[in-house]
């Protein structure tokens, strides 16, 4: 297996944190494998998130109005990737969005 060598800077009370976990619970043996398993964690829940498919939907949709593919090779992936897209979760990550974007434009009296 090939390694890429990665450099990452942490504010010192972070780094403390991390050492100090270590050293309470000993399931890491050092902080390269800890980031390692964050970043795996992080992929896998990012990889989960409705808005993230949602988006990959809308890239699709992009890629095939562009795209040489039959209408059905389109529309099998399309609904395959509808089927993971949650509506009551997109539906929350649009309004959470929408409040976000009028607390920044707006203010939090808004």
Known sequence: MKYASVSVKFPVELDTEIERFLDETGIYTNKSEFIKEACRAHLRELNDDTAIAALRLEQLHAQAEQSRESDSEIDAELAALGEKVDADDLERAVEE?????????YGSDA
């Not at 969005?97 to 434009?105: K, L």
């Open 97 to 105: 969005a929408r409040e976000e974007t009028s607390e920044q434009v």
